[in-house]
Each structure stands twice: as structure tokens, then as C-alpha cells.
């Protein structure tokens, strides 16, 4: 968001996203009659906003953000009139404050201190699987949604009933974790392994789906203006699609294949993939991936492309004819990493399209053509 808002002024065919995102307040505006240098604005405002965004980053962190400020600073003025350069820069700080004031009213801040109390004394409650663990961020349905009108809008009901009976539905969807896991081809590890993004030691799911970004913006040679549409939209999809299963997982609270099998089919089965520390339903790639795959889609069509996110830690790149192709893979990973039931995955991407959908009739862009041609 910070990104395209910095630039939007110099892109005269398209909208803020102010007063489309309902509580997003109106930005300060560049002086018109002066010329400015966008790259230079998109600097200061996002400099700006990740000094005031990372609030409990190391001294390293914010000395690597001045450093990298300075240096497009620098590269800038090779080029562009140090007056034209500075002004652009106050602006874009002016623009990044404006940012942060929004930002603080998101409701993050207050969910720092709220305490979750686990429910117990049924076996369809979620439980930790790993010792020592904590529930990861039981209160983030809690935060300001951007593109939803409510943080539940999309939410896709659980479906099928809880049952221990080895003839229910239930049962069966446990089976098929189990079986599947038990037999797993070298394709599908790979497959576990390319989609785990485990938070601190890959790059979370929206994490992943940002690197994806980045390599299409060489991919497809996006410019600075078509580069912050994506990087917005996308954005604002993954923040929502969070936002929007998280609310939803604590709410269903359903415990994890892992501990049903456990207690009902066999003690000592064990995932491919570690079973992460919040509630099974729905699953997050699921909703984030197919919220991101849409958003994509209706920027760029059908795109083939080639995913190397994770090629530094040793996995061959893995090449996909779309984007929908690439959620489903990721969607289907959790599958095979043993931490999803089917329906978790299923209903995730209706929830993930449902986003995407909703934030597309939500906001434009660019103004709607009238007459003509």
C-alpha cells in the first residue's frame, strides 16, 4: 500500500486506494505545481514506514534500512536535480507518517496483551503438538481487516461432523492423511518441503507468495507502476487472507490429524512435515494461496512461470503453467505434510477466492471506461 500510494500521484489513470479501503484516511498530496521524482518519494515513504513498522527490530535492522535509503539517494542524484530529489523525499516522509498514524489503529497493538485461555475437555479441540509451544497469534482475526467489510465476510463454514466412528467422513479424512503420509513419493516430499515456509525458518506463506512477486517483477518486466499495482493488491490479499483464517481458525478450534490419529487409528505416527502451533481449520496456504493466485491472475492471465524462492536452501525451482496451478500445489502440500484434513484444504481456497473476489469488486484501480473505444 505504501508503495503504490507513493507513486500514484505520477500515474495519472489511477485511483488511491483512500476511500476504497473504507477507513484508510485522504493522504497529503504533492505539491502540483513542482516536479518530483517517485522513485525518490517510494524511498522515503517505505523507509519510513518499516523504521515504524518493526518496532522491536535490531539496531542492525534499522541501520541496514538508513543505509539502503542512502544509497538510492545517492543513485537518484546521479540523475535527477538535488531539489527535485529532496522534495520528493520530504514528501514521501510526510506521506509515510500519514501511513503510520493509519496503521496504529489497526488493533495490533492492543492484541499484544490479550491472553488466550485454551479450551479443553473435548476431543475435537485443538491441542500443541510440540512440547513448549505456545498458540501462534490466537487474536490476529482480531485486526483490522483492509479490502473486507467485516473480518468473517468470507469465512467458509465447517462442514463435515467431528466423529471418531472408523465408518463417518471424519474418520476416513484422518485415513487419508495417514495413508498418504505413510506413502509418500519423492515428488510429493519435494512438494512439502517447497511449500512449508515455516515462519523464522523460510519465509511464511505470504512470505513465499511475495518472493514470487519479486521474481515476476524480472519475469514479466514490470515497470515501477505496474510493479506497485501487483505488490498493493497482492498485498492487501494476503494481509486479509490472514486476517480472515485466523479469525476463523480460532473460532473452529479443530484439533490437528496428528493428535486424532493419535487417539484413534495409531500412537506413533508421525507428519512429514512438524505440526505448527495454532488450530487446524481452515488451512492458511490454502486461503492466502488461492487469495494471491486470483489477485495475480486478474493482473497478468494465465502466466506460466518458474518459482525459484527456495533454490539457496538446495530444492531444484519448480516451474508452473499459472498461477491457480501454484496455489493448488501449495494448497495440497499441507496434505502431504500431514497437518491438514481435505476439507481444511478444500474450503481454505473457496475461502482464499472468495477474498480475492471481494477485494477485486472492492477497489479499482483504475477508473471504470465509459463510451468509446
Request: hydrophobic residues 40%; charged residues 20%; contains cysteine.
Amino acid at each position: 500500500v505504501t508503495l503504490y500510494e507513493a507513486v500514484v500521484n505520477g500515474m495519472p489513470s489511477n485511483n488511491t486506494l483512500a476511500g476504497q479501503i473504507e477507513h484508510m484516511p485522504d493522504l497529503p498530496l504533492p505539491d502540483a505545481r513542482k516536479d518530483h521524482d517517485w522513485i525518490s518519494v517510494a524511498n522515503a515513504a517505505l523507509s519510513t514506514v518499516y523504521t515504524g513498522l518493526f518496532i522491536d527490530a535490531t539496531p542492525e535492522t534499522y541501520a541496514a534500512f538508513d543505509a539502503l535509503r542512502e544509497a538510492w539517494i545517492a543513485t537518484q542524484k546521479q540523475s535527477v536535480p538535488e531539489a527535485q530529489v529532496d522534495r520528493s523525499l520530504a514528501y514521501g516522509d510526510a506521506l509515510g507518517q500519514a501511513l503510520l498514524a493509519w496503521v496504529a489503529g489497526d488493533n495490533f497493538a492492543e492484541t499484544r496483551d490479550m491472553t488466550w485461555e485454551m479450551p479443553g475437555g473435548d476431543a475435537f479441540y485443538w491441542v500443541p503438538t510440540t512440547e513448549g509451544t505456545q498458540p501462534a497469534e490466537p487474536y490476529w482475526g482480531q485486526i483490522r481487516p483492509f479490502g473486507l467489510t467485516w473480518v468473517d465476510e468470507c469465512a467458509q463454514e465447517f462442514n463435515i461432523a467431528y466423529s471418531e466412528d472408523p465408518d463417518s467422513t471424519f474418520y476416513a479424512q484422518a485415513m487419508e492423511v495417514k495413508n498418504v503420509g505413510d506413502d509418500l513419493t519423492e515428488e510429493q516430499r519435494a512438494i512439502a518441503r517447497w511449500w512449508v515456509d515455516t515462519p523464522g525458518i523460510t519465509g511464511t506463506p505470504a512470505g513465499h507468495w511475495v518472493m514470487i512477486e519479486n521474481q515476476l517483477v524480472d519475469q514479466l518486466e514490470l515497470n515501477l507502476a505496474r510493479a506497485s499495482e501487483m505488490y498493493a493488491m497482492t498485498g492487501i490479499a494476503l494481509a486479509d487472507a490472514f486476517i480472515s483464517c485466523w479469525s476463523l481458525k480460532y473460532q473452529v478450534n479443530l484439533a490437528r490429524p496428528e493428535t486424532y490419529i493419535h487417539a484413534n487409528i495409531r500412537r506413533s505416527w508421525a507428519p512429514y512435515i512438524q505440526t505448527p502451533p495454532f488450530p487446524e481449520y481452515p488451512s492458511g496456504h490454502s486461503v492466502v494461496s488461492a487469495a494471491a493466485a486470483d489477485i495475480l491472475t486478474s493482473l497478468f492471465g494465465v502466466t506460466a512461470f518458474t518459482d525459484s524462492t527456495h533454490v539457496g536452501a538446495g530444492e531444484a525451482p519448480r516451474q508452473f503453467t499459472s498461477f491457480t496451478a501454484a496455489a493448488s500445489e501449495a494448497a495440497i502440500s499441507r496434505l502431504y505434510g500431514g497437518i491438514h484434513y481435505r476439507t481444511a484444504i478444500e474450503n481454505g481456497l473457496e475461502q482464499g477466492r472468495c477474498i480475492a473476489d471481494t477485494l477485486l469488486n472492492n477497489i479499482q484501480l483504475n477508473p471504470i471506461s465509459q463510451g468509446g473505444e
